[in-house]
């Protein structure tokens, strides 16, 4: 489990968050939604003890900020972009599983569900890698620690959209029995979320399913129609382009 506690975080006197209380079960699905400043990637570091805060957070009655140590090894973080790693594929999987004190074709086996073929690309740099597939490799990476703690922090808004619909597909088969946190600004990313939570202006104005959200006035709905129109319209110039 994991609790927020009234999570007061300020920067040189502005108040990014302002009172979050919030409370996890273990396995649920969490997504964040809101514009950038909305306190999003604040309320995260608050959890993985980066930051010091106002209020309590605790998962599994544990302090990040007191035990950081042991929460982060049950944490696995997955960033927007993909560190800049220069070595070798093959040579990466190795030394990942390496540090998960893991055989190498565990990863391997772990990439291939996430549709990365590492055969293929065994002796290429991971820089000379396309976006998605150095995102594959390092979602590979992390689930191979085996975390009961992902958090996806927009980690498929560098890819294209048939690429996050084929990594959001493989992904449903490797998030159960973990609790994830998802943060994005795409709709389609979040849908099958548990729990959305709507953030703004460090505040949680909105929370519950998709389909709850969607039916309801307010800042969800918005977004939905507004991301829903403009696919609209590129849809609609593609085909008089073809």
Not at 83 to 98: D, E, H, K, T, Y
Not at 152 to 157: E, G, M, Q, V
Request: aromatic share 4%; glycine share 8%; with cysteine.
């Amino acid at each position: 489990m994991i609790q927020f506690e009234n999570i007061i975080k300020s920067f040189r006197r502005h108040r990014v968050l302002k009172g979050i209380n919030l409370t996890i079960e273990r396995g649920h699905r969490v997504a964040l939604v809101g514009s950038n400043g909305a306190g999003k990637t604040t309320l995260i570091r608050c959890l993985l003890g980066e930051y010091t805060c106002e209020g309590r957070v605790l998962v599994d009655g544990q302090d990040p900020r007191l035990h950081r140590r042991q929460v982060l090894h049950k944490v696995g973080f997955v960033p927007q972009l993909p560190p800049p790693l220069r070595m070798p594929v093959g040579q990466l999987m190795r030394f990942s599983a390496s540090l998960c004190d893991s055989d190498p074709q565990r990863m391997i086996d772990v990439a291939a569900q996430l549709g990365f073929d590492a055969k293929h690309f065994h002796k290429q740099p991971f820089v000379k890698l396309s976006g998605g597939q150095k995102q594959r490799i390092t979602l590979a990476r992390t689930l191979l620690k085996d975390p009961r703690i992902l958090i996806l922090d927009d980690a498929t808004s560098s890819v294209d959209m048939e690429t996050e619909a084929a990594i959001r597909d493989a992904l449903e088969q490797l998030m159960p029995g973990r609790t994830t946190f998802i943060i994005a600004h795409r709709i389609q990313t979040v849908m099958n979320a548990d729990l959305i939570l709507v953030l703004d202006h460090g505040r949680i104005v909105q929370c519950g399913a998709h389909e709850e959200l969607l039916a309801a006035e307010g800042p969800y709905q918005q977004i939905f129609n507004l991301q829903a129109r403009i696919e609209d319209e590129l849809a609609q110039d593609l085909a008089m382009v073809i």
